[in-house]
């Protein structure tokens, strides 16, 4: 699960996950799990293939976005990363991003 608060600030907002081999990755190098695509990239014009959407409100306005995605990525060591976007270039100084991973093994 993946949880972000922000500012909304007039700005459309998208939230997904990325799933990487090792520590640090950048999008170029990471797979969004919603889509199993790899490049990630965002901002996407289709709903399937990010967690959360939060819409663009006149103000500075509160707002949360959270959304599930379940994974099956295989044997080996994985490494989960928030990624966001914003419709324009802004400075969000008051988010807060949260993300839980639960390994299910069988």
Do not use: C
Request: hydrophobic fraction near 40%.
């Amino acid at each position: 699960m993946a949880n972000i608060t922000i500012q909304s600030s007039n700005h459309n907002f998208q939230l997904t996950v990325g799933r990487a081999t090792s520590t640090g990755e950048t999008a170029a190098n990471s797979t969004d799990i919603v889509s199993n695509t790899t490049p990630l990239a965002l901002p996407v014009a289709s709903p399937n293939t990010y967690i959360a959407a939060i819409p663009a409100m006149s103000g500075n306005h509160p707002q949360n976005g959270s959304g599930f995605a379940i994974d099956n990525p295989g044997a080996g060591t994985f490494y989960y990363t928030i990624w966001a976007s914003s419709s324009t270039s802004h400075n969000y100084s008051a988010m807060a991003a949260a993300l839980t991973v639960l390994k299910v093994q069988f």
